[in-house]
């Protein structure tokens, strides 16, 4: 009620004050609102510096060469936070510690939201792979966390064991092989095995198909076909064959094993037996085996290039996964060096708590892979209110973009930061220094399965073969570099391939 007076008499002594006073109160009045609301929209001060060139020239350059093009972009505006234009995409590019941990914490970040757009590796079937609900999204992660319990995860050491002496036995006793080529398929082959079915994981012929098709996704990303999908490119339609096989592929899997009414020990089934609808089904296996299967193949192609060119670290997890043969057949006497039984049969009497937990060299030793040669940029979309980062305001709308090098790739952090080195001391001084599995509120969902298939390939490989080395394409030793430009494989240019050197050791794979 007083307020009520005041204003009357306020407005009272307005109206009956000269035509001088009116005008003036008026121009503060209105100077006011013009200034509290300015204040209240974007704030010059609060945007990100944007990058010094026409958006049209980001294209190309975030799409093609990440790493080079991120780091001119903090260079260029001297800046740890900075904004471009991907058509009418705003990306905020950050790096830096305090950026890291907001970036990791941030509620409103969205990685699905981000990756969408920002990728577009994943093969788009509207409803199944892409726009997909919240809801059928949270199941998918449901069914990959019961893919990972203890009891189908022990089910599988052995199929994988038998699919790596299987293609490794394809090498021969000696010779010379790209590690992303050969390691690569294995990878797939293995991953496949894990997250499908044995209809497709026993077939070679298809497996193999798949491989070809899911190579076409991956290459047939263009900026085109990320930025406007609609838009009927050539790289387009080839995507969109491609992923039409896949997903014929998928479901006809599933069409046999319902015709069959044989119920069989696989993924496919638990997916089946849990009574999912045929998008959460068919979406499970074509997402997360091009997730799954490129992250799994990129960190083990490095991993055993590392290894062929550090006999030290070889012979570390070679000792090592020996003395725990050694231990899970005290009677027997297990040993890779003195049984003729095959290796892939001596490994799987080897426990899954005892990889999961008794192997700190091969821990190690896929810590460091993955911190040197993961070339992940993780990506978001603020579906939140704005959020700021080092004082700079991300809209809501916008994509926000952290790579993984500013932090795994700092000297300051890691000395000599290209160098492998799994016997660094583990970095505590400074918040997410190692985010190789993710970091924050988004965490990988199929790390398990992963460093499981990681530390079986690197046992079979350490035990199985003998002479390693790396060499170039004239034979000469080399040791390759990470290449970080390269968004899918980390795959050094090919001039600069490493190649892996081997012969078969005494024991039978
Ligand atoms: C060496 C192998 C792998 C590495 C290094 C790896 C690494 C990562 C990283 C760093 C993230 C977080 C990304 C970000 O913050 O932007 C992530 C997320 C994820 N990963 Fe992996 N990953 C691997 C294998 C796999 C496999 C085999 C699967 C599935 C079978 C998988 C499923 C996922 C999923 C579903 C997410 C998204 C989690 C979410 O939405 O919150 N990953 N992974």
């Given at each position: 009620m007083p307020y009520c007076v005041g204003l009357q008499s306020a407005a009272n002594a307005f109206l009956s004050a000269g035509f001088a006073t009116q005008f003036t109160l008026s121009v503060v009045i209105f100077l006011v609102v013009v200034l509290v609301t300015s204040s209240l929209q974007t704030n010059e001060a609060d945007a990100p510096t944007s990058l010094?060139?026409?958006?049209?020239?980001?294209i190309l350059p975030f799409f093609r060469r990440r790493y080079d093009f991120l780091n001119w972009g903090f260079h260029a505006t001297g800046q740890s936070v900075f904004q471009f234009q991907l058509l009418r995409n705003t990306v905020v590019a950050v790096s830096g510690e305090s950026a890291r941990q907001a970036f990791f914490n941030?509620?409103?970040?969205d990685l699905t939201e981000g990756f969408k757009i920002?990728?577009?590796a994943i093969p788009m079937v509207?409803?199944?792979?892409?726009?997909?609900?919240t809801r059928r999204i949270a199941i998918i992660h449901k069914r990959l966390a019961a893919v990972q319990r203890n009891a189908p995860l022990n089910d599988l050491i052995p199929l994988i064991l038998d699919d790596s002496r299987r293609i490794m036995e394809t090498w021969g006793p000696s010779g010379k092989f790209d590690p992303f080529d050969s390691i690569y398929a294995l990878l797939f082959q293995t991953t496949l095995r894990s997250l499908s079915c044995s209809e497709i994981s026993d077939d070679p012929a298809i497996v193999g198909r798949l491989k070809t098709l899911y190579d076409k996704l991956d290459h047939g990303t263009t900026p085109a076909t990320v930025l406007v999908p609609w838009l009927p490119t050539p790289a387009m339609i080839k995507k969109l064959w491609a992923t039409k096989e896949i997903y014929q592929i998928v479901c006809g899997a599933i069409r046999a094993r319902e015709q069959s009414g044989i119920s069989r020990n696989d993924t496919l089934q638990m997916l089946l037996d849990s009574g999912d609808e045929k998008l959460v089904v068919v979406g499970f296996i074509m997402g997360l085996l091009i997730a799954g299967a490129r992250a799994t193949g990129t960190t083990a192609s490095w991993m055993m290039t590392f290894l062929g060119g550090h006999p030290e670290w070889r012979a570390k997890a070679a000792a090592e996964v020996e003395s725990l043969l050694l231990a899970a057949n005290p009677d027997t006497k297990l040993s890779s060096s003195s049984s003729s039984e095959s290796l892939s049969s001596q490994l799987s009497t080897i426990p899954l708590e005892v990889w999961e937990s008794e192997t700190p060299v091969l821990d190690a030793i896929i810590k460091e892979t993955t911190r040197v040669a993961q070339p992940h940029t993780a990506m978001r979309r603020n579906l939140g209110p704005p959020v700021y980062i080092d004082g700079k305001m991300i809209p809501t709308g916008a994509y926000v973009v952290y790579p993984f090098s500013d932090v795994h790739l700092d000297p300051s952090i890691y000395?000599?930061?290209?160098a492998f080195n799994p016997g660094r001391a583990e970095v505590?001084?400074?918040?997410?220094?190692?985010?190789g599995w993710g970091g924050g509120k988004t965490l990988c969902l199929g790390t398990r399965l992963a460093k499981l298939e990681l530390k079986l390939i690197a046992a079979m490989f350490v035990l199985g073969f003998r002479q390693l080395s790396v060499i170039d394409k004239d034979g000469n030793p080399t040791s390759p570099q990470p290449?970080?430009?390269?968004?899918?494989?980390c795959r050094p240019p090919p001039e600069k391939t490493g190649y892996l050197s081997y012969e078969r050791s005494d024991v039978p794979l």
């Open positions: 010094p060139c026409y958006s049209l020239f980001t941030a509620k409103g970040l920002l990728s577009g509207r409803g199944v792979t892409s726009n997909l609900e000395p000599d930061p290209w505590k001084h400074t918040p997410f220094a190692y985010v290449n970080w430009n390269d968004i899918l494989l």
